[in-house]
């Protein structure tokens, strides 16, 4: 006595080859819509990640040397305001200076 019957056997054999077909089919559609999807990026022009990565490096970059340059002028600006008082007092004195000369 058979424990399995012809008919049980083919059809756990056709049901192994339907699934094999079926995943075979499910890898075969992933692979077409990922060439599908790749194809479409790259008609919109669009940036990969590692391109996205290095300007957004550059970007950081420029952004602190601009805060850099801010801090700079800050600092000669200030530094500007105080040297005018001191070269406006010195020609006073030298407008007098002269003017005494001149009388004398």
């Known amino acids: 006595m058979q424990s399995r019957s012809p008919l049980f ?7 192994t080859d339907a699934f094999s077909a079926a995943q075979a089919a499910g890898e075969e559609a992933r ?3 990922r060439a599908q ?4 990026a790259a008609e919109l022009d669009l940036v990969s990640r590692d391109e996205f990565e290095a300007v957004r490096a550059q970007a950081d970059a420029a952004l602190a040397e601009v805060e850099s340059l801010k801090a700079r002028i800050e600092a000669l600006e200030a530094a500007a305001a105080q040297k005018p008082a001191a070269k406006t007092t010195t ?5 007098t200076s002269t003017a005494k000369k001149s009388s004398s």
């Open 91 to 95: 020609r006073k004195r030298t407008k």
């Open 37 to 40: 999807a790749e194809r479409a």
């Open 9 to 15: 056997s083919d059809l756990a054999d056709l049901m």
């Open 31 to 33: 692979t077409a819509f």
